[in-house]
């Protein structure tokens, strides 16, 4: 069975940073990986995403220049680097495998597994 399961998660102050990990176990761990976010009131969003064998990464907007997407496949695990911290990137976020790796990459419909969730929270 595969899971996945976030840690990483905390409340810190504007200008902070935090690092989230993503540990995938119960599959062969080579396929199109994501983060995303949801906070609340709001619809779930795609912060980053990175291709199977790490080649390529897609950041949102929001948060580019200061997120990063990296994996290390040896340890089946995705990583989230989130420095400048701003209250606006309060959310839980989530990890998403796309078993396909050829779906939208923002998409949430296009992941087959997800995690439970780490709560960020920024603080003024």
């Known amino acids: 069975q595969v899971r996945l399961v976030e840690s990483g998660g905390g409340s810190v102050q504007a200008g902070g940073s935090l690092r989230l990990s993503c540990v995938v176990s119960?599959?062969?761990?080579?396929?199109?990986m994501a983060w995303f976010r949801q906070a609340p009131g709001k619809e779930r969003e795609g912060v980053a995403t990175i291709s199977p064998l790490g080649g390529m990464t897609i950041v949102a907007d929001s948060v580019k220049g200061r997120f990063t997407i990296s994996r290390d496949n040896a340890k089946n695990t995705a990583y989230l680097q989130m420095n400048s911290l701003k209250p606006e990137d309060t959310a839980v976020y989530f990890c998403?495998?796309?078993?396909?790796?050829?779906?939208?990459?923002?998409?949430?419909?296009?992941?087959?597994?997800w995690g439970q969730g780490t709560q960020v929270t920024v603080s003024s």
């Open positions: 998403a495998l796309d078993l396909s790796s050829g779906g939208t990459w923002d998409r949430a419909s296009d992941y087959n597994y």
């Open positions: 119960g599959y062969t761990y080579r396929s199109q």
